[in-house]
């Protein structure tokens, strides 16, 4: 970056400091650290609780499903939207939690079960929740590391271990400044700094999405999302349910999720309890998602700016030198997560690289301070103060502790973050830490808020039911791959290609030419060939005859040519596999793309999916002799997909692989051809591994993808298939399943042990309970026809049922357009990708105007909203009492919420 662009960084880093400065003095109570005293208006909420929510990882995150799946992701997202806004609209659990007064969720328990309980759920959901934020610094750090263009070549050798001092560097640096707002004022600071950044966040947006869709040509988007396999379309939702994780299932779990767990999750709970009142905090909650609502596809049509960037041939020379940054990360998790930040700092000019540093910068410290203060005022109010049998702490010593729990979850995530290899996607990392506590917790939570007859006993039930799930669901996703791995048979050759962990393997190779290995392999390192060298692999002379055998590998190609061969000239006397050249012509013009070809000695059999895209691309070729060994039995495979081949000539003649010549990588069995490119993960097999299993005579459907392709691809727990039966146990499944069963228990033990009705009128303050200062109600005259519908009562002033009714109607119009579009797709032929195309193209534009106006109006009600914030604390009377303890009024009623 440039010297501007750092000016914009240091600039807004400077802003918020000084407004987590002027912040400190209004910080003189537990209420204040933990809640801002539960003085916030809506705006603020809306505007603050959503940054927090949508941090640099969040962000980072959803750019590396959309650079996967592409606007197909955002129909099925419509979903999710519609959901969150409906939850809103109608105070699905917000109300009533802000009914209750409870400053955390764990008090909330303990009044509705028992302190038991209370300490048990704090406990669980402290390490669900750590564990889920412990590697937002090591994403965050690499993000900024490679978008900024520093340093990664500075090593320090700290004991046993080598450390990437600039990457070591960013995680101290952001940890520290977010340690720092948090504790100079608790949620006060949380809630301005995360405002600031908010604010900034969505103005830097609008403006390098206006750019973006200046500088680039909306059919250069197209034709690059186009050249998707049969079932991945990145444009036709309806047409990319092959897209692996993030398909429309993804999405419609993930919107139960939303409705079953809402607030569930307490990553933000200092926002859940701060506002002024309950209908407050409906109405923030509401202009939460109308901020996600409107920014959602802002954030989608970055990645796919980059996708088209890095896969475009007018684009060839701007991403040249970003696909040679990303070929030099070795680990294949933190290069899919930077791929996105990577190819848009080559894509945006100076200012706008700054601007979107500096709010990504943003969006990293507002979830980091908001974390931080949830997840160590948990440990200190719910577990740490329950256990000490109810005895109060004075002021300042509750908060000495409050800051000492918030130093100890940095330390923690920081050294997670430094040891912990991440081995998934994001999402999924974050649906499986979450199962642990989420799992049961829509459950408990539903049913203690909305029922007199869920118990201490199915609460219980429900929670420890969640855990075992999680705890099995990620033990196999852990010894899954090995476990299979291990029971394969007949591999007669595997070449790791990592170079100096090459001695460790079964075969002795020469590097001819300029032939080396290098780092930014598809796992590890990889062999790297420049056109002027191979590999010859000494001791191996691959399969002769007409015996069975499967050849897979990895490749990333610059240009064609013979990545594999043996044998010698003849007709079926040789087997090369390699790269050739195919020009197709699409919108008139000529592109040359690269299809996979095997030539087995005057026959060939060639491929139709372009592997030409700077992409990893794994591919498979089998012989198996019970399905004939002519060249018209080939199977060709490619990225774990049954290839129709595109051409076959001389299909009839029979395979007769010469056995006398060594293999090699990179060159033809004539030395011509050279490969241009890198080759990872080499494997010969001396069976199929397409059609059945080791020690199995069951085939599988010839539709169905192999369990053993998928393990040669390397796919993990996620998504295999085992004698023709599908088993899909992804984390964001395992979530699902979790809901499912722990609703089940809760319900099922409730009933069998419930003694007496519990009584929610005093829990949420009704009736002969209600407080007088959490009075909201406005008009005397009774709400009738569509307002009540909608769920408005009479605490909505006429502002309110303007904005109200709004956002109603703008979430019921996308709901109708979503459900039409899915009837007529399910009823016809469904529309073109073209007509698709210009949807996302208005959709995009849309957004933009939307994102403008929302920035305007949202930024005017904030400040309106901190200057009111800091009057009402200037002058609040506190009280030292409210801390977050329970204290029960009398005997009775204890039992009773221990008996129901």
Known sequence: MTFIDWGIVVLLIGLMTWAAWHTTRYNRSVADFLAANRCAGRYIMGVSDGIANVGA????????????????????????LVVQVIVALTGWIAYRYRQSRALTLAQLLEMRYNKSFRIFCGFVLFISGTLNFGIFPAVGAKFFQHFCGLPKDIIWQVGPMEVDAVYLSIMLALLAISLYFTFAGGQITVMITDFIQGTTFNIALCLVIVFVMWKMPWADIMDSLSNKAAGESMIHPFRSAKTEDYNYSFYLIQALIIFWTFMAWQGAQGYFAAAK????????????????????????????????????????????????????????TIRTQVT????????????????????????????????????????????????????????????????????GVAI???????????????????????????????????????????????????????????????????????????????RVSYLQLDGANESELNSKYNLEGSAEFVQ????????????????????????????????????????????????REGDGKQWTMSVVRRVATEAGKEIETGVVRLDVGGATVTGNLNVMDGAWHHVAAVVDENRG????????????????????????????????????????????????????????????????????????????????MDILKGLEFQKVSFAGMKLTVNSQWGMLYAMVSTAI?????????????????????RGKYALAEDETQVTDEPVKGLGTLIGMGKDFDLKDKIVYSSITGWSVVWGIVFIAGWIHNANTEGFSESTWGKFWQFYVWLSVVLGVITTVWFTIGGIKDAKDLFRTLETKVRNDADDGSVSHADEDDEDEGEAA
């Open 57 to 80: 990882i969040s962000i980072i995150m959803v750019w590396e499903m959309y650079y996967r799946a592409g606007f197909s992701v955002a129909w099925w997202a419509l979903v999710m």
């Open 277 to 332: 009142n309950a209908h407050e905090a409906r109405m923030g909650r509401v202009m939460g998602n109308w901020r996600i609502l409107t920014q959602q596809m802002l954030v989608l049509i970055l990645p796919i700016a980059a996708y088209t960037m890095l896969h475009n041939p007018n684009w060839a020379d701007m991403a040249a030198g970003a696909h040679q940054e990303l070929n030099q990360i070795g680990n294949e």
């Open 340 to 407: 996105t930040s990577v190819g848009l700092r080559y894509l945006l000019p100076v200012g706008l690289t700054g601007a979107l540093s500096a709010v990504l910068l943003a969006a990293f410290i507002s979830t980091h301070d908001t974390y931080l203060h949830s997840w160590g005022s948990i440990f200190i109010q719910d577990v740490v103060l329950p256990l000490r049998g109810g005895k109060p702490l004075d002021k300042k010593t509750h908060m000495r502790w409050l800051r000492y729990a918030i130093f």
């Open 412 to 490: 923690f995530i920081f050294l997670f973050s430094l040891f912990f290899s991440q081995n998934d996607t994001i999402a999924m990392y974050f649906a499986l830490t979450g199962t642990i506590w989420l799992g049961g917790a829509g459950a408990v939570i539903v049913g203690g808020l909305y029922t007199r007859w869920g118990t201490t006993a199915g609460a219980y039930a429900a929670v420890f039911g969640a855990i075992i799930i999680a705890v099995t669901i990620f033990t196999c996703q852990r010894i899954w791959p090995d476990l299979y791995h291990t029971v394969e048979k007949g």
């Open 520 to 567: 930014g392999g598809r796992f590890d390192g990889a062999l790297e060939l420049d056109g002027k060298g191979y590999l010859t692999v000494d001791d191996f002379e691959g399969i002769g005859g007409t015996d069975a055998r499967t050849v897979s590998y990895w490749i990333n190609v610059e240009k064609p040519g013979t990545v594999l061969s043996w044998g």
């Open 629 to 708: 060994t002519t060249v018209d039995d080939l199977e060709l495979w490619i990225d774990g997909k049954f290839q129709e081949r595109s051409k076959i000539e001389n299909a009839e003649l029979a395979i007769d692989t010469a056995g006398d010549t060594p293999v090699r990588l990179g060159t033809g069995i004539d030395g011509q051809a050279a490969f241009e490119g890198m080759i990872d993960e080499v494997s010969v097999y001396n069976r199929p591994v397409t059609r059945k299993l080791p020690d199995s005579d069951k085939a599988e459907p010839e539709e169905s993808l192999h369990f053993e």
């Open 745 to 765: 228990l809760y319900t099922v033990v409730s009933l069998l042990t419930m003694k007496k009705k519990f009584n929610l009128d005093k829990l949420l303050h």
